[in-house]
């Protein structure tokens, strides 16, 4: 697969996405999109780990977990970003399984590469989560974590993931959500007004503010399991995780499909 050919990051006419969102899913374009991630991919595990309070390993573990995979198995990591996702797949289907993680910034990719990439049976492609890289019915597995919300299609993001899954294979999305009972609320200062500032002094405000406009705008979890079914994904479920900070999603390809 060629990697795409786009402008270079540090481009002075690099504009950061408004976090809004369309009727089908980001309003955003992948261009956009991709230019931002590649501009922020020195910060993000820093950032991510701050963010999160230190949780999101444990978010990962349970994501992965939910693929139920196990030896020899293959899987798809989309949005993979900095391969963390990939890394914890690779350990659980171990050394005779395949792990592939997609990311549309180069940048991201490198970082994944430099980190993961020389395991066996790990690679990592430069690729758009709407058109992936890949045959039907490869996969055991597709995961995506913190991905779906920038796409700018969330049926079509989870029809890729189904039709790169064999028949009966599970397909796991994790992504920040917006829960509203009281404790929730108080998490919501943290994640609305400290978050954008500790991302200014990291000297990536815009970005960060577009990760709390696009959170704010991504669909509740009632809606992302009406889209996954939409996309034919059966079996659809979905749990919260640290007091509904995050939701897990999952669904499974039809066997007889
Ligand atoms: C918030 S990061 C999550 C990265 C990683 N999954 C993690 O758990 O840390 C979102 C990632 O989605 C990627 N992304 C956004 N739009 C995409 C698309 N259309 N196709 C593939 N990757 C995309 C970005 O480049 C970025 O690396």
């Not at 956009?32 to 573990?61: H, K, L, T």
């Not at 990311?103 to 980190?115: F, Q, T, V, Y």
């Not at 200062?189 to 696009?214: K, N, T």
């Not at 889209?227 to 999952?250: E, N, S």
Request: net charge neutral; glycine share 10%.
């Amino acid at each position: 697969m060629t990697e795409p050919d786009r402008q270079s990051p540090d481009a002075p006419s690099a504009t950061t996405p408004s976090g809004l969102a369309s009727e089908r899913g980001n309003a955003a374009s992948t261009d956009e999109v991709g230019a931002m991630f590649d501009r922020i991919s020195g910060v993000y595990d820093v950032m991510n780990a701050v963010i999160s309070g230190f949780q999101e390993p444990r978010w990962r573990r349970r994501a992965v977990a939910m693929t139920e995979v196990g030896p020899g198995g293959a899987v798809i990591d989309v949005a993979t970003g900095t391969g963390k996702v990939a890394r914890s797949l690779k350990d659980r289907v171990g050394p005779s399984g395949r792990v592939l993680g997609v990311d549309l910034a180069p940048r991201m990719i490198d970082r994944a590469r430099a980190a993961y990439g020389r395991r066996p049976g790990v690679e990592f492609l430069v690729g758009d989560a709407m058109h992936l890289p890949a045959e039907d019915a490869t996969f055991d597995a597709a995961t995506i974590a913190f991905g779906m919300r920038n796409l700018p299609d969330y049926e079509r993001g989870f029809a890729e993931m189904r039709r790169v899954v064999r028949p009966g294979g599970r397909v796991v999305c994790l992504e920040i959500a917006r829960p509203d009972h009281l404790i929730a609320r108080i998490s919501r200062v943290w994640f609305e007004q400290v978050v954008p500032f500790i991302g200014r002094l990291a000297g990536q405000g815009e970005a960060y503010a577009y990760l709390v406009e696009s959170v704010r705008n991504y669909p509740p979890p009632e809606r992302i399991a009406e889209i996954m079914a939409a996309a034919g994904l059966v079996d659809v479920r979905w749990a919260p995780m640290t007091l509904g900070m995050v939701t897990v999603h999952v669904g499974t390809r039809p066997p007889d499909d």
